[in-house]
């Protein structure tokens, strides 16, 4: 029996299950459980999950509003850690003197 064939019979024995309320309902701990085990199961396949992650990288970073955003905020993160911001500011804004006493920027 090929793949379509099968779909359709097992839709059809659903919906008769369901017309004589005798199909299966899932309470939201089986159902997390299911996809608790199911992501498991997925996770195991290194590559995939990696395939998945640079397809969503990607279309992440396609959006340049949004990567924008998270520039914006990831900003406000580090300018609140003064200790940081010093020593950044410190390195961009030092000047070396050269043996000749001329400065240059570092």
């Given at each position: 029996m090929d793949q379509a064939t099968q779909r359709a019979l097992a839709s059809k024995g659903g919906k008769a299950a369901h017309e004589k309320g005798v199909a299966h309902t899932w309470t939201p701990e089986e159902a997390r459980d299911a996809a608790r085990a199911a992501g498991v199961i997925v996770s195991r396949d290194r590559e995939y999950m990696a395939r998945i992650g640079r397809k969503g990288g990607l279309a992440v970073s396609?959006?340049?509003?949004?990567?924008?955003?998270?520039g914006r905020l990831g900003g406000h993160a580090v300018a609140r850690d003064r200790e940081h911001m010093t020593k950044i500011g410190r390195k961009g804004g030092l000047r070396k003197a050269t043996p000749q006493g001329e400065e240059t920027p570092a």
């Open positions: 396609a959006n340049r509003e949004h990567m924008a955003d998270i």
